[in-house]
């Protein structure tokens, strides 16, 4: 789960150009977020106990089975390829079609079960550290073929891991909460385009704009006309920073935009898009949206104008 939070939390601090391109779009971001999480949950915590679990039983055997009989720990240790290329080939059938490791470690308990029916033959002929010998030795090498045979989950958890950390590690472009920037207390709305060139960067051969030059007083509106793809939209992208233009700045009250603490730039702002976006909470909670402090009158306020208020109402009643 902390993996989880810790990743989905990365997202919204990368800028917008990231999520623009193909292989960061919601159903990639999505699927690696379900499928990635899982490979290295499974490869770290489940995979890997047992891999470490396997270890220690290896090198306590080999102590155990030296001590008991360094003979037979030779001949047996000399055949261990052959036991762990067929307990192997076992397990990733028996995986494949959805079985388990028991049968493999069903057989060599067949000998253990040997010995305790036959103990007396076993004790008489002083045979007891022989067995125990060629036991521990038999289950060590089951238990080193499934090691091996975890190895190529280990890989894809690995792999998962590195897609991971690189989200997480991921420097953005526009630093939402740059500590050296600077914050807006209060803003009175002169905005100017200066020299501003732009291409997005999904589309690197489309010139969007070059040397724009747009100036608007504090107080005024500005209209600004144009067809589908002239950069109407572009211009509200750049003044809210979801991109950087490739060459000059645009200012706010003669700041550079890039300068300004991006939560205090925004806070300031009030953007109506294209297309609305609803998020699967309440409507009080999709008005308030992104201003923590906020009291039921203003949201009341708020729904009047946006002449919302009728409708919010009757849906409520009904």
Same mark, same amino acid.
């Given at each position: ?130 067995? *125990? ?54 803003? *009175? ?98 008005? *308030?949206?992104? *201003? ?27």
């Amino acid at each position: 789960m902390a993996l989880y939070t810790a990743w989905l939390s990365s997202y919204p601090s990368n800028e917008v150009a990231w999520f623009d391109l193909d292989e960061n779009n919601t159903g990639s971001l999505t699927a690696a977020l379900a499928a990635d999480a899982t490979l290295v949950r499974s490869a770290l915590a489940d995979r890997l106990f047992t891999f470490v679990q396997n270890i220690a039983l290896t090198v306590t055997a080999f102590v155990i089975a030296f001590t008991l009989s360094w003979r037979l720990s030779a001949v047996v240790i000399a055949s261990f390829p052959l036991l762990i290329g067929a307990s192997i080939t076992e397990q990733l059938f028996l995986k494949g079609f959805g079985g388990n490791y028991s049968l493999a470690y069903s057989k060599a308990t067949n000998v253990a079960r040997e010995a305790i029916v036959n103990i007396r033959t076993v004790a008489a002929s002083n045979f007891g550290d022989i067995m *125990k010998s060629f036991m521990v030795l038999i289950i060590t090498a089951l238990a080193v073929a499934e090691t091996l045979a975890l190895t190529p989950d280990i890989v894809k958890g690995s792999q998962a891991l590195g897609s991971v950390f690189g989200i997480l590690h991921r420097e953005t472009s526009i630093v939402p909460n740059d500590p050296k920037s600077n914050i807006l207390t209060e803003i *009175k709305g002169e905005i100017e385009f200066r020299n501003i060139s732009f291409k997005y960067p999904m589309r690197p051969d489309v010139t969007i704009f070059q040397d724009l030059n747009l100036k608007t007083s504090a107080g005024n509106s500005l209209a600004i006309v144009g067809q589908r793809g002239s950069g109407k939209s572009t211009v509200i992208s750049l003044i809210i920073r979801f991109y950087d233009p490739i060459s000059r700045s645009v200012l706010i009250d003669g700041h550079d935009i890039k300068t300004v603490n991006l939560r205090s730039l925004r806070q300031k702002m009030s953007l109506v898009q294209q297309e609305p976006a609803l998020f699967s909470t309440t409507i009080y909670g999709n008005i *308030k949206y992104g *201003k923590e402090e906020v009291s039921e009158i203003e949201i009341l306020k708020a729904s009047r104008a946006a002449n919302a208020h009728r409708f919010i109402s009757r849906r409520i009643l009904h």
